[in-house]
């Protein structure tokens, strides 16, 4: 007896109805790995079951792998937003003191202010380089801010709300975790500030206390 006879003792037959395009494509994929339909649509159905019982929709998960193909590509390394503040925090902190001693050279302090301008413009330069790799899959930024909306269990925020307040005007709204700090907040509103320009938006306005970030966006006039 096969593996997957021994894998299939378990199951019980039963027909569902399923879009013929859907059921032409599981059919290839069972062909092209050597298994039957039986059986690949078997393990889709459980990983579906097992989103469900999470709370997750299936279609969440589409969203998440469209994300995930584009990142794959980039060298993402998950890294605790924590970390990225406190050493964000220690660099603005000498920065800000050599460019505020008036003991230091002149050209020392202007150096260091000007280092201090760059640190934010390194993050909105990744922004709008992220950006254009995720706009070759989300070519609309309100299907995108939708998509991260109802992923925000697998995101560092708490929460993200997304209004549309006109034809082209967008309010984001987004909830991190407890313990937020300035530094953080400024580091992703530079990130958000190069990715939206990507999609012709740019940040019209933006409200952050603590760990609630609310941006206006609004699409640039031509």
């Not at 503040?85 to 001693?101: D, G, R, Y």
């Not at 254009?132 to 309100?142: G, Q, T, V, Y």
Request: with cysteine; net charge neutral.
């Amino acid at each position: 007896m096969t593996k997957e006879n021994t894998e299939q003792e378990g199951y019980s037959r039963t027909t569902i109805m399923v879009p013929k395009n859907v059921a032409s494509e599981l059919s290839n994929v069972a062909k092209s790995r050597g298994r039957t339909l039986f059986h690949v649509a078997g393990e889709g159905l459980k990983l579906t079951a097992e989103l469900i019982k999470d709370g997750f929709e299936p279609s969440d998960l589409m969203y998440f792998w469209r994300l995930y193909k584009i990142l794959s590509s980039m060298d993402v390394i998950p890294m605790p937003m924590k970390l990225v503040e406190e050493v964000c925090t220690h660099m603005t902190s000498i920065l800000t003191n050599i460019s505020m001693n008036n003991q230091a050279p002149s050209s020392v302090r202007e150096e260091a202010s000007k280092a201090l301008n760059t640190l934010w413009s390194i993050y909105e330069r990744y922004g709008y380089q992220v950006g254009a790799l995720i706009k070759m899959e989300f070519d609309n930024l309100e299907e995108l801010l939708e998509a991260i909306s109802r992923l925000t269990r697998l995101l560092a925020v708490r929460h993200v709300e997304v209004k549309k307040l006109g034809p082209n005007t967008i309010e984001l709204m987004a909830i991190g975790p407890s313990g937020a700090t300035d530094i953080g907040n400024k580091a992703l509103t530079s990130f958000i500030r190069g990715f939206v320009a990507q999609y012709d938006y740019e940040i019209v306005s933006e409200e952050i206390k603590a760990n609630v970030l609310r941006i206006v966006l609004q699409k640039k006039t031509q």
